[in-house]
């Protein structure tokens, strides 16, 4: 489950840009002023964090069903005049459900970027007559390395302090990344690298790639609309074994 703590769920605003009417797709000014943000022509944000008792809720169903999940958590979340705030200070309640969910053996936590986003120029805040989509991503490759070192660093620094453990696994924000992040993440601790299209970077010296073709990936967007309900029909139609970490597939 990716996007916890991503403050993309505020910022990321685009609309529908086209409407299906019978065999045609008409263009849609979906992206237009408070258009981008009404249901159905909304698509992606704003959308709110999970809560605690989120938190104790998807523990329970995960326990009781026998699986394990890995949670990609954005380190940082990004306020609207471009500061950041860690995750744990941003979500303490949530925060510390989640690390008993690791302590507990139920979650690995995944490094899923320090912003989940651009930060430089403001890219990241919702426009007046555009989506921000693209923005939405963090590790392109026209940004300078240091830039994608930088990231890295903040943010095994912000989950490892929270967690106490190492954090070994990294989930690029939008399945966006490139050699200079593959090059940068071995040196801060990161071991497994688990996105669409991942085997396609081999060879990743120092790291393991997994493809989405074996990880079931949702967003927590998807328990925020679906309830408790939605989680408990994912993992009712689980394979024999149910579902484990990226870790475990990884090494298994
Ligand atoms: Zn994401």
């Given amino acids: 489950m990716d996007d916890v703590g991503a403050a993309s769920k505020q910022h990321e605003v685009y609309g529908l840009t086209r409407i299906r009417l019978g065999p045609v797709r008409l263009p849609f000014p979906g992206n237009l002023l408070v258009l981008k943000y009404l249901p159905p022509i909304k698509r992606w944000g704003p959308y709110r964090e999970l809560t605690a008792a989120d938190w104790e809720g998807v523990l329970d169903r995960i326990e009781r069903s026998g699986s394990r999940m890995t949670v990609g958590i954005t380190a940082g979340w990004v306020e609207t005049d471009g500061t950041v705030t860690p995750y744990p200070r941003k979500f303490p309640a949530a925060g510390r459900v989640v690390r008993q969910g690791v302590e507990r053996g139920l979650l690995e936590v995944a490094n899923h970027g320090y912003t989940h986003c651009v ?39 912000i989950l490892q302090e929270f967690l106490g453990r190492a954090v070994e696994t990294f989930v690029p924000p939008g399945n966006v990344l490139s050699r200079k992040t593959l090059d940068a993440a071995p040196e801060v601790g990161i071991r497994f690298v688990s996105c669409r299209g991942a085997r396609e970077w081999a060879p990743a010296p120092g790291l393991a790639l997994l493809d989405d073709a074996r990880v079931l990936a949702f967003h927590d967007r998807d328990v925020v609309r679906g309830g408790l309900d939605w989680l408990d029909r994912l993992l009712v139609a689980a394979p024999p074994g149910r579902y484990s970490t990226v870790r475990e597939v990884a090494l298994a």
């Fill in 119 to 157: 930060l430089a120029g403001g890219r990241f805040r919702p426009r007046l007559f555009s989506g921000n989509r693209a923005d939405h991503r963090e590790f392109y490759d026209w940004l300078p390395t240091a830039v994608h070192r930088e990231h890295l660093r903040r943010s095994q620094a």
